[in-house]
């Protein structure tokens, strides 16, 4: 059974930092690229930004480009979300989601169950 | 970019068939057979329904069925279930080597 496990939320003021981890099982987790998504109260999905299954690719929304940075450890079968500089807006239920694909974002099979980021002061 | 175009809301009675759309563009659900579809009951993390346009995954019912013309794609339940009633997202691979979502259809079974 395929199960995405995220943790590492909770609230953090404004320009500060926050690791996110999504532990993998239940498939060969560096075969596929993974990619994490947000929700903020109330919206629609966002989708914030996808690593290959290498590790060597990495794309990202322009709203988190160059203040997030996705990574994985395949010995580990983890994947992280490194959220710096952090604002308001970055409010959101953060879910991470495996890929049909190996490297790029093309469409998912699975999603975990989410872990809360709340910016606040 | 802006996100794919869903309508805000679709309703159906128990049995009928219902379709969402999904509107895009030459950059994005034109260029790609890449669209894939997912629902969202209230309090509940997403669930991946379709891939590639038409490939169902692995446990859902071929109630749901998906398609693509041009930059449009769409999402069709046959035979209504109250079970159905949630929220549904469509999404693209896009030429920016990114992904998009629709902003999401409430289906509403009445």
């Known amino acids: 059974e395929v199960q995405l496990v995220e943790s590492g939320g909770g609230v953090v003021q404004p320009g500060g930092s926050l690791r996110l981890s999504c532990a993998a099982s239940?498939?060969?987790?560096?075969?596929?690229?993974m990619s994490w998504v947000r929700q903020a109260p109330g919206r629609g999905l966002e989708w914030v930004s996808v690593?290959?299954?290498?590790?060597?690719?990495?794309d990202y929304a322009d709203s988190v480009k160059g203040r997030f940075t996705i990574s994985r450890d395949n010995s580990r079968n983890t994947l992280y979300l490194q959220m710096n500089s952090l604002r308001e807006e970055d409010t959101a239920v953060y879910f991470c989601a495996s890929d049909v694909d190996r490297i790029m974002a093309r469409g998912f099979d699975y999603w975990g169950q989410g872990t809360l980021v709340t910016v606040s002061s | 970019q802006s996100a794919l175009t869903q309508p805000a809301s679709v309703s159906g009675s128990p049995g009928q068939s219902i379709t969402i759309s999904c509107s895009g563009t030459?950059?994005?659900?034109?260029?790609?057979?890449?669209v894939s579809w997912h629902q969202q009951h209230p309090g509940k993390a997403p669930k991946a329904m379709i891939y590639?346009?038409?490939n169902r995954l692995s446990g859902i019912s071929s109630r749901f069925s998906g398609s693509k013309s041009g930059n449009t794609a769409s999402l069709t339940i046959s035979g209504l279930q109250p079970e159905d009633e949630a929220d549904y997202y469509c999404s693209s691979h896009t030429s920016s080597n990114t992904l998009i979502f629709g902003g999401g259809t409430k289906v509403t079974v009445l």
């Open positions: 239940g498939f060969i987790f560096s075969t596929f690229a």
């Open positions: 690593i290959s299954g290498s590790g060597s690719n990495t």
């Open positions: 030459s950059s994005d659900v034109g260029a790609y057979d890449y």
């Open positions: 590639d346009v038409s």
